[in-house]
């Protein structure tokens, strides 16, 4: 059965787990969230299903605030699985060894944002991106995987939005490490998890036939599609678990689809076209069966700058 896990709230309350039905949410008891339940498909789809058929409520999706459906996960995998994005910020063929490593960096689980947040500029930054993804969340723990054995580790789909300090970033990978501090103030994700046999109908060689556009102030920017990927989600998931092992709730970002970052477009068509996003935007990312996120950008705290930096400032 296909479901919907949606994280909900009203103003301060803590977050409530549902399954989303047209444009309502069939609420689960409180004090439940996804992340109890992934690790166990059946108890997952045991309580999805009891949601359905005699919801603790029912509620307006409109009349609440959707959460993020992993609000702090375990950790935040970012791929670079595209190959347009990849051709195009690196203004060259890739390198021969990208076709045989699915590079990733850690993003940070403590700045997740819900699908429909305000999301601040870091401070200091003058260049500030979104990134268009979609993400697999882990729902059940494994190590040294097959990408065979990954798939069935794979418990939804979900829109990610990786937000970039594009100025920064630049900086941090001259001196040969990051991105980090370029990629820590704000990713979304949202607006719910899709298991996935909602995606079966759509699927296209490795992954599936998804359209992917971004907006900024009603404006589209960005469109791709998820079957341009070179990696799947399951050799993704696969290489993640190398070594190592992933737990539930762990979010694993396909990287940007081409065309999916202001960095691209301006890159190809320049900035005055293109320009960085600043308070006041507003943003919208959507991707077929999966839902939509829409933020407003808004204004970051100060630059509070280090010791060198006061320096140079007074110099």
């Given at each position: 059965m296909t479901m919907?896990?949606?994280?909900?709230?009203?103003?301060?309350?803590?977050?409530?787990?549902?399954?989303v039905v047209d444009e309502q949410i069939h609420a689960c008891p409180p004090g439940l969230t996804l992340l109890d339940l992934l690790g166990d498909p059946e108890i997952m789809r045991a309580t999805g299903e009891a949601a359905l058929t005699d919801p603790a409520e029912i509620v307006q999706i409109d009349m609440v605030e959707l959460r993020p459906p992993i609000p702090r996960p375990p950790s935040v995998r970012d791929f670079l699985s595209f190959e347009r994005h990849l051709r195009t910020v690196s203004g060259t063929d890739p390198d021969p060894d990208w076709y045989r490593l699915p590079i990733f960096y850690f993003s940070n689980p403590a700045g997740i944002f819900g699908p429909h947040a305000d999301i601040p500029i870091p401070p200091g930054c003058e260049q500030f991106d979104y990134e268009l993804e979609v993400a697999a969340v882990i729902g059940a723990r494994g190590h040294n995987l097959s990408p065979d054995e990954a798939e069935s580790h794979i418990a939804g789909y979900l829109i990610l939005c990786d937000f970039s300090a594009r100025d920064l970033q630049a900086r941090e990978m001259r001196l040969m490490l990051g991105p980090a501090k370029g990629k820590d103030t704000a990713t979304s994700c949202g607006p719910w998890l899709v298991t996935p046999d909602e995606l079966q109908d759509r699927r296209s060689g490795n992954t599936?036939?998804?359209?992917m556009t971004a907006s900024v102030n009603?404006?589209?920017?960005?469109?791709?599609?998820?079957?341009?990927?070179?990696?799947s989600f399951p050799e993704l998931v696969s290489y993640a678990s190398r070594g190592t092992?992933?737990?539930?709730?762990?979010?694993?970002?396909?990287?940007?689809?081409?065309t999916g970052c202001i960095l691209e477009l301006s890159i190809e068509h320049g900035t005055n076209k293109y320009p960085w996003l600043d308070p006041g935007d507003q943003l919208t990312l959507e991707v077929d069966l999966l839902g939509a996120l829409r933020h407003r950008v808004?204004?970051?705290?100060?630059?509070?700058?280090?010791?060198?930096e006061r320096a140079l400032a007074r110099a």
């Open positions: 919907k896990f949606a994280s909900f709230g009203q103003d301060h309350s803590s977050p409530r787990l549902g399954i599936f036939d998804l359209r009603g404006r589209q920017y960005s469109e791709g599609r998820l079957d341009a990927m070179i990696w092992t992933i737990m539930p709730g762990d979010i694993i970002g396909s990287g940007t689809v081409g808004v204004a970051g705290p100060p630059l509070r700058p280090l010791r060198i």
